[in-house]
């Protein structure tokens, strides 16, 4: 049950998200290739980190992270309880010994546990000599655009 719970709010959260994908993350990503340093500041704003290597290159990174949590909900299950037994019948005959059964049914509330969950992207650029950015990369589960 929890795990049907799970794919369905992750799958509402996709659906929400305009069908966002890493596909059209990418493609983004692509569109930038040649972009100069100070355009792809414009476009991204103020890197996470920048690293100059020995070529005189650069590595240019952003980091988005997110929490979000899922869970908390209250649902109802059924419940269903059987009795059975004997019962000793008095009458005017005599006693008797009847067997009886029975169930009932009713709503039990359940809480789903409440989950956290951690949404991150890593987008790292490559930046040329010249000052145009050359490469790509990214990590993460959250690098998605519409």
């Known amino acids: 049950m929890r795990k049907l719970l ?21 493609t983004k990503l692509q569109g930038l290739v040649g972009m100069t340093e100070d355009d792809l500041y414009a476009v991204w704003g103020i890197p996470s980190k920048t690293m100059t290597l020995t070529d005189g290159s650069k590595l240019v990174e952003y980091n988005l992270n997110q929490s979000t949590q899922i869970g908390g909900h209250t649902y109802s299950v059924p419940q269903t309880t059987f009795q059975s037994g004997t019962a000793t019948v008095i009458g005017k005959e005599g006693t008797d010994q009847i067997t009886y059964s029975s169930s009932s049914t ?17 987008t ?16 993460g589960n959250n690098c998605i655009s519409d």
């Not at 959260?13 to 990418?26: D, I, Q, R, S």
């Not at 009713?106 to 890593?122: F, R, Y």
């Open 106 to 122: 009713t709503l039990v509330e359940k809480i789903d546990p409440v989950q956290n969950i951690n949404l991150n992207c890593k």
């Open 124 to 139: 790292t650029f490559t930046i040329n000599r010249e000052g145009k950015m050359t490469h790509w990369k990214w990590s």
């Open 6 to 26: 799970f794919l369905t709010l992750l799958i509402g959260a996709v659906v929400l998200t305009g069908c966002a994908t890493t596909a059209k993350y990418e």
